[in-house]
C-alpha cells in the first residue's frame, strides 16, 4: 500500500557528490523515523543514517563528516546528500520509513533502493 519511490542515483567521480531522494506515498497519517541503508556485492545491508520526526540525525562512522541526512514533512521525503565520494560508498542505497497509517499504525516500509557507483 505504502510506497517508497527513491531516485538521485548514478555514477560519479572520487570526491564527487550526489543527492539522493525518497518520496512516501500512499495513505499516509505521518512518518517517525525515516533512514537510509546501503549494499554493496558480497557484504551485509549496513546502516548509514537515520532522522527523526523532528530532523534529529545519526550517522555511521564511515559517512560522518561527508553525508548529510534531512527530511521534509510536508512532503513525506527523506534526503540524503552525499559529498567526498569514495569507491567504498559504492553500493545500492535503501530508503526506510516507519510509517503511520489509518487502521495499521505503524509499520516499516522499504524502497527498492538506487544504485550509486564511484568511478576509479
Known amino acids: 500500500q505504502v510506497q517508497l519511490l527513491e531516485s538521485g542515483g548514478g555514477l560519479v567521480q572520487p570526491g564527487g557528490s550526489l543527492r539522493l531522494s525518497c518520496a512516501a506515498s500512499g495513505n499516509i497519517f505521518s512518518i517517525n523515523v525515516m533512514g537510509w541503508y546501503r549494499q554493496a556485492p558480497g557484504k551485509q545491508r549496513e546502516l548509514v543514517a537515520t532522522i527523526t520526526y523532528g530532523g534529529s540525525p545519526k550517522y555511521a562512522d564511515s559517512v560522518k563528516g561527508r553525508f548529510a541526512i534531512s527530511r521534509d514533512n510536508a512532503k513525506n521525503t527523506v534526503y540524503l546528500q552525499m559529498n567526498s565520494l569514495k569507491p567504498e560508498d559504492a553500493a545500492v542505497y535503501y530508503c526506510?520509513?516507519?510509517?503511520?497509517?489509518?487502521?495499521?499504525?505503524?509499520?516499516?516500509?522499504w524502497g527498492q533502493g538506487t544504485q550509486v557507483t564511484v568511478s576509479s
Open positions: 526506510n520509513a516507519d510509517v503511520y497509517t489509518y487502521g495499521l499504525g505503524y509499520a516499516d516500509y
